[in-house]
């Protein structure tokens, strides 16, 4: 029988779904026909096959030969599919053993000498494969990411020949080995010089897993507060690591295996459009709110951010995940991030500066502040001002600031503490749950009742004080919310009083 099934892999989204390559030998005028809803890389891989099995010393089959790639109405895309196919022609042709091919599941692209280059998205491949029981070729290069799937086995082959050898019992490919993991390099706390009052907040931020926002002039170290968050966040889970290593596997971007376990610390700039932030694309690809997944996306100069861009992010913000929808497939993208964005007070930044420098009128600050809208503030826990430091408390001989270990300790208790309450971050209670875990003595709840008509703040901009003072509250690892954790957190919405202090 000239027929052959080969086990393989598509990309959609981040999972990685089965694909069988039937090939089939038939008499006729020789040519090379696939279907199965391949985009141009894959119908393209029929001379790049043919080059590589003559490269191979092989014979290449002078008859109709027809390629599906199943199940058909699921779009195919990449040169991922180069060896598979390859396989298939000879098994069908019987240069090679077909029982072989059940046992095994293949990605690689070819090169015309018979070279196999690396493909994205193995690490998806390599967790479905494990969990359909299957061994997993890919090549050499690929064979790190692919080792990250522990629960599986993978094998690495640097040529179609090598790969053939196995099938035949001539070989054994090596097993694909990940690589030692490399010291996280986190800038430290110490370097931030006073900014008490937002390394207060920051530490806020880190132990309930809050979205922050930090105003201040030029200069006055909104970026490198921001770059020190993912330092005191916890460590990633397995499971955490292992999402934000598929996203990134299938981002085109590369992943690197050496640092698979650091969490994601994205930093676009300010015109970078709606698409590039929540992804897209004719193959949609996941956008920089999704590698950010678990980790933190900076957002420096907001207000100078498209309106389109910022107002994209309002749903990802509440339920952690974006969906991309277009004419021919929708794909869903986790994006469950922290969100840190930086603003100057007025367009020429010095707005409330003691130094007096600032010539913008009321209407224009107005106007610069208006370019962010209520339902996106709403969305944001805190807004931190951060003061021009003086002069002196830049000296070489300052003191420096408490390190990223001591902060990091404490943000560590506080999660372990919302862990057993709650099982997630307190930025991520749902309204039940913050109902029955953010209770208020009578007091306090009249001073928050007070706070929320003066400042007339929305039902979900309650909620989020009163997470936020959960969170201080377990930083002061007290079991109920007291009068001082309720009115700082208060004082964290600076925007809401009409005022960036």
Same mark, same amino acid.
């Given at each position: 029988?000239?027929?052959?099934?080969?086990?393989?892999?598509?990309?959609?989204?981040?999972?990685?779904?089965?694909?069988?390559? #039937?090939?089939?030998?038939?008499?006729?005028?020789?040519?090379?026909?696939?279907?199965?809803?391949?985009?141009? $890389?894959?119908?393209?891989?029929?001379?790049?096959?043919?080059?590589?099995?003559?490269?191979?010393?092989?014979?290449?089959?002078?008859?109709?030969?027809?390629?599906?790639?199943?199940?058909?109405?699921?779009?195919?895309?990449?040169?991922?599919? =180069?060896?598979?196919? !390859?396989?298939?022609?000879?098994?069908?042709?019987?240069?090679?053993?077909?029982?072989?091919?059940?046992?095994? #599941?293949?990605?690689?692209?070819?090169?015309? %000498?018979?070279?196999?280059?690396?493909?994205?998205?193995? /690490?998806?491949?390599?967790?479905?494969?494990?969990?359909?029981?299957? %061994? /997993?070729?890919?090549?050499?290069?690929?064979?790190? @990411?692919? !080792?990250?799937?522990?629960?599986?086995? !993978?094998?690495?082959?640097?040529?179609?020949? @090598?790969?053939?050898?196995?099938?035949?019992?001539?070989?054994?490919?090596?097993?694909?080995?990940?690589?030692?993991?490399?010291?996280?390099?986190?800038?430290?706390?110490?370097?931030?010089?006073?900014? &008490?009052?937002?390394?207060?907040?920051?530490?806020?931020?880190?132990?309930?897993?809050?979205?922050?926002?930090?105003?201040?002039?030029?200069?006055?170290?909104?970026?490198?507060? &921001?770059?020190? /968050?993912?330092?005191?966040?916890?460590?990633?889970?397995?499971?955490?690591?292992?999402?934000?290593?598929?996203?990134?596997?299938?981002?085109?971007?590369?992943?690197?295996?050496?640092?698979?376990?650091?969490?994601?610390?994205?930093?676009?700039?300010? %015109?970078?459009?709606?698409?590039?932030?929540?992804?897209?694309? +004719?193959?949609?690809?996941?956008?920089?709110?999704?590698?950010?997944?678990?980790?933190?996306?900076?957002?420096?100069?907001?207000?100078?951010?498209?309106?389109?861009?910022?107002?994209?992010?309002?749903?990802?913000?509440?339920?952690?995940?974006?969906?991309?929808?277009?004419?021919?497939?929708?794909?869903?993208?986790?994006?469950?991030?922290?969100?840190?964005?930086?603003?100057?007070?007025?367009?020429?930044?010095?707005?409330?500066?003691?130094?007096?420098?600032?010539?913008?009128?009321? =209407?224009?600050?107005?106007?610069?502040?208006?370019?962010?809208?209520?339902?996106?503030?709403?969305?944001?826990?805190?807004?931190?001002?951060?003061?021009?430091?003086?002069?002196? @408390?830049?000296?070489?001989?300052?003191?420096?600031?408490?390190?990223?270990? +001591?902060?990091?300790?404490?943000?560590? $208790?506080?999660?372990?503490?919302?862990?057993?309450?709650?099982?997630?971050?307190? !930025?991520?209670?749902?309204?039940?749950?913050?109902? &029955?875990?953010?209770?208020?003595?009578?007091?306090?709840?009249?001073? /928050?009742?007070?706070?929320?008509?003066?400042?007339?703040?929305?039902?979900?901009?309650?909620?989020?004080?009163?997470?936020?003072?959960?969170?201080?509250? =377990?930083?002061? =690892?007290?079991?109920?919310?007291?009068?001082?954790?309720? %009115?700082?957190?208060?004082?964290?919405?600076?925007?809401?009083?009409?005022?960036?202090?």
């Amino acid at each position: 029988m000239s027929l052959a099934l080969v086990n393989s892999r598509a990309r959609a989204g981040v999972s990685a779904p089965p694909v069988r390559v #039937e090939v089939h030998l038939s008499g006729g005028l020789p040519s090379t026909q696939i279907v199965g809803l391949p985009e141009a $890389a894959v119908r393209e891989a029929r001379d790049r096959v043919r080059a590589a099995i003559l490269c191979a010393q092989f014979e290449f089959p002078t008859r109709r030969i027809t390629v599906n790639l199943a199940p058909a109405d699921l779009p195919k895309d990449g040169g991922r599919f =180069d060896l598979p196919i !390859a396989l298939g022609i000879l098994a069908a042709s019987g240069q090679i053993r077909r029982e072989a091919l059940a046992e095994y #599941e293949f990605l690689g692209e070819l090169s015309l %000498t018979g070279e196999l280059r690396a493909v994205d998205g193995v /690490l998806p491949a390599a967790l479905a494969v494990a969990a359909a029981g299957r %061994t /997993l070729v890919v090549p050499e290069p690929s064979g790190a @990411e692919a !080792a990250l799937a522990r629960q599986g086995q !993978a094998r690495t082959g640097r040529t179609l020949l @090598e790969v053939c050898a196995l099938l035949e019992g001539r070989k054994i490919l090596p097993p694909a080995v990940a690589p030692p993991p490399l010291p996280p390099s986190i800038p430290d706390m110490a370097d931030v010089r006073g900014q &008490a009052h937002a390394r207060r907040a920051l530490e806020v931020a880190a132990a309930g897993g809050h979205h922050l926002l930090l105003i201040g002039s030029p200069g006055c170290g909104k970026t490198l507060l &921001a770059s020190r /968050l993912p330092g005191l966040l916890p460590d990633a889970s397995d499971a955490e690591a292992m999402e934000s290593a598929a996203i990134a596997s299938v981002s085109g971007r590369g992943l690197d295996p050496a640092r698979w376990r650091q969490r994601p610390y994205r930093a676009p700039h300010h %015109t970078a459009s709606a698409v590039a932030l929540v992804g897209g694309g +004719a193959q949609p690809r996941p956008g920089e709110i999704s590698l950010a997944h678990n980790g933190v996306l900076f957002m420096d100069e907001l207000p100078e951010w498209s309106r389109a861009a910022l107002e994209v992010l309002r749903e990802p913000l509440e339920s952690g995940t974006v969906t991309v929808s277009r004419a021919a497939r929708t794909a869903e993208f986790p994006a469950r991030f922290q969100l840190v964005a930086a603003m100057n007070p007025c367009p020429c930044g010095w707005a409330g500066d003691p130094s007096g420098r600032c010539r913008c009128g009321a =209407d224009v600050v107005r106007r610069y502040r208006s370019r962010l809208s209520g339902p996106l503030l709403d969305r944001i826990d805190l807004h931190v001002h951060v003061p021009r430091l003086p002069p002196h @408390e830049l000296r070489p001989d300052a003191p420096d600031g408490e390190g990223t270990a +001591a902060v990091q300790a404490r943000v560590v $208790a506080a999660r372990e503490r919302q862990q057993a309450r709650c099982g997630r971050p307190n !930025a991520r209670m749902g309204q039940a749950e913050t109902m &029955a875990h953010c209770r208020l003595q009578p007091r306090d709840q009249a001073l /928050l009742e007070r706070a929320v008509e003066r400042l007339q703040l929305s039902a979900r901009s309650l909620h989020r004080i009163l997470r936020v003072a959960r969170s201080i509250a =377990d930083l002061a =690892d007290s079991e109920s919310i007291g009068t001082a954790h309720l %009115t700082e957190a208060l004082g964290y919405r600076g925007l809401d009083r009409g005022s960036a202090a």
